[in-house]
């Protein structure tokens, strides 16, 4: 098991910024995704801590922003509506912000990833 953990942080370790990025976006969605399914199955224990990671990625992406660029201001105010969404979805246990959260979510994502292709392309 330790063989695996430390492919795993080498793995990690010598990703890009920008592979790191989409590896957290995926991870959001997978969140989602599961808290979605939770909620569907009343799998309430479930559902709070899928939630509640789903929150912890977007803060975290929050913190990790370059604050020179102006567009970090913009994604500071998705992440806090998110965040917002999020947290009625958690107290109010209602499908419909979540799917909408998740639908942003993935849009963002997939525009990460295309710029990424972008970036790697003009190299």
Do not use: C
Not at 11 to 31: A, C, F, P, W
Not at 42 to 67: C, H, M
Not at 112 to 120: H, I, L, S, V, Y
């Amino acid at each position: 098991m330790r063989g695996f953990q430390q492919y795993k942080e080498q793995s990690i370790n010598t990703m890009t910024q920008g592979e790191l990025l989409l590896l957290l976006y995926d991870e959001l969605v997978k969140r989602l995704t599961q808290a979605e399914l939770a909620l569907g199955k009343e799998n309430w224990p479930l559902f709070e801590a899928s939630v509640q990671r789903g929150i912890d990625i977007i803060n975290y992406l929050d913190q990790t922003l370059d604050k020179q660029y102006p567009i970090s201001a913009n994604l500071t105010q998705l992440y806090e509506y998110f965040t917002y969404e999020l947290g009625r979805v958690k107290i109010g246990r209602r499908s419909d912000p979540l799917t909408h959260v998740e639908s942003m979510v993935r849009e963002l994502r997939e525009a990460f990833r295309e710029a990424q292709k972008n970036g790697e392309s003009g190299r």
